[in-house]
């Protein structure tokens, strides 16, 4: 009984914490609801103590009805919590408000004239509750309220994205656990006449808490990891405080004391700087939004005119206005090339700022794998013929159709051609491609100039540039490699690079699923 009882009390704590530390930290709707939701569960949950523990069949009975009363609120507040989490699905009108608070109506009409349960006996083993006539409407109403609420989490789930997909898993997970527990304790055995269980269910709420703790420390739930640091320094003052109580002599509670005082001296610095760490975040998370957000704003502005800077100056450079003087020639080309490089700057952060906001999905078909490769190579062959140097792709005999992206392939593979072309001064780029049972690897390697271990470690990094790379091609922008690596990875693929060292070449390599 005594263990029995230590869990109850500490699924009652940890419910309690953790309602009104959610609370406390900011009264938006979703905390309000979610504090709420706790409350109706330590209501429920603590009848059924009261209801395991009668000594009377009237103190039972009498608490067998109370412990109805916060859990048909329950699943009226899980409608509201999955409304609003994780963020408002819809706004509530009035004629909604009305029919959900209908069913919860009708069970305490009837819970009140001892429809839903009748009476409560003593037995051996503990509580035996009397079933009502209507008991039966009480499960059901509780399962269509139920199923409509994670009909209404699911629409939730699929409209989210990144860190609210995988905040909605752990709570659904949670959620699953001490609902099927619950129901199957509290619910379906008493159907039975099976009650000897019926004191266990509340235990399960503890799961629905954990998993929301979990989410909260490592997901950033509710957007606060202070919870956690509040909640646990809460904790430990508790039981430093019960065990001053607990001391045998004086000495030993003058001591305890001391650790207590000491406790609260540093739980406050605690939690102090885990404030203080997750306003600094946040203040990164929203210099990295505005930053994203500038890019593609940004980017978006310089396409067009950059656009007909490069069309009315190719018109000029093939003399559609007009033959054009040699040093005007010789200007226009500049400009030119000089557009094509911007645009492809431009086109690189607009990536990015998709890529950075999740807005980047891929597009996947069927599509040859050879001729992928031949469209890329040929695409850059003019490129790496002005710097002298050759291009080859050695064709697989076997060709390969596989499902993906293509343009975003192509796209991947280019940058490493480029890559490769601009740090190649003398020989070539060799592409081939490989296939397994499993698995296709594409490898493009040069006879450049090589990498060192250091410069491999953060070749894949956005912005980031080797030395090689800062003497021999200023004009880069150090973000190709990195939307290779993203898109390659989008495939459930890999990417990497391999070097002898300086002057021995470089080696690329994509690996993707083969299906």
């Known amino acids: 009984m005594f263990f029995y009882n230590t869990l109850f ?25 979610f504090f709420l939701l706790i409350l109706c569960v330590l209501q429920w949950t603590t009848s ?19 412990s109805f009363i916060g859990s048909t609120l329950v699943p009226v507040l899980l409608i509201y919590f999955f409304y609003y989490f994780p963020k408002p699905a819809k706004k509530i009108v009035f004629k909604s408000l009305f029919l959900l608070f209908t069913g919860p109506l009708l069970i305490y009409i009837a819970l009140f004239n001892n429809l839903i349960i009748s009476g409560a006996k003593i037995e051996d083993w503990g509580v035996k509750i009397i079933l009502g006539k209507l008991f039966i409407f009480f499960p059901i109403y509780f399962l269509i309220y139920l199923f409509y609420s994670l009909y209404i989490f699911w629409i939730q789930y699929k409209k989210s994205s990144g860190l609210e997909t995988i905040q909605i898993k752990y709570l659904l997970f949670g959620f699953f656990l001490t609902a099927t527990c619950a129901l199957f304790t509290n619910i379906l055995l008493p159907i039975f006449n099976i009650n000897q269980f019926v004191g266990y269910g509340p235990l399960a709420t503890v799961f629905f808490a954990l998993f929301t703790a979990y989410a909260i420390t490592k997901h950033q739930l509710f957007n606060i990891k202070v919870i956690a640091t509040e909640l646990l320094v809460g904790i430990m003052v508790i039981m430093l405080f019960f065990l001053i109580l607990l001391m045998p002599s004086g000495s030993l ?3 305890t004391s001391i650790a207590l005082g000491l406790f609260l001296i540093f739980g406050f610095l605690l939690i102090k700087a885990t404030h203080a760490e997750v306003r600094r975040k946040e203040e990164a998370e929203r210099l990295l939004k505005a930053k994203t957000e500038f890019l593609s704003i940004a ?12 069309g009315y100056s190719s018109m000029l450079k093939e003399g559609d206005y007009g033959r054009l003087p040699k040093g005007a020639s010789e200007a226009i080309k500049h400009i030119n090339d000089s557009s094509q490089r911007m645009i492809k700057l431009v086109n690189d952060f607009l990536s990015v700022s998709r890529l950075e906001t999740g807005r980047t999905v891929l597009k996947k078909r069927d599509f040859s794998l050879n001729e992928l490769i031949e469209q890329v190579v040929s695409g850059l062959k003019l490129k790496a013929k002005e710097k002298n140097l050759y291009l080859e792709y050695e064709k697989q005999k076997n060709d390969k159709i596989i499902k993906m992206d293509p343009e975003k392939l192509k796209e991947a593979i280019s940058n490493l051609i480029d890559n490769s072309i601009h740090y190649t001064e003398r020989g070539g780029i060799t592409v081939s491609s490989k296939t397994t049972n499993s698995k296709i690897i594409i490898t493009i390697s040069d006879t450049g100039v090589g990498m060192s271990r250091q410069e491999i470690s953060a070749l894949f990094e956005s912005f980031s540039r080797g030395k090689a790379g800062n003497e021999l091609n200023t004009q880069g ?14 495939h ?20 993707i699923p083969n299906k």
Request: no cysteine; glycine share 8%.
């Open 253 to 255: 509670k003058i001591l």
């Open 477 to 490: 922008s150090g973000l190709g490699l990195y939307i290779a690596k993203k898109f390659v990875e989008m």
């Open 299 to 310: 980017s978006h502005q310089l396409r067009t005119p950059l656009t007909a800077i490069i």
């Open 9 to 33: 009390a500490l699924n009652i704590f940890i419910n309690l914490a953790l309602g009104i530390l959610v609370y406390s930290y900011d009264k938006k709707n979703i905390n309000k609801i």
């Open 492 to 511: 459930n693929g890999r990417i990497w690079a391999e070097s002898e060292g300086k002057d021995k070449g470089s080696f690329f390599h994509i690996e």
């Open 48 to 66: 059924i103590y009261f209801l395991w523990s009668a000594d009377t069949s009237s103190k039972a009975f009498l608490w067998g009805k109370l």
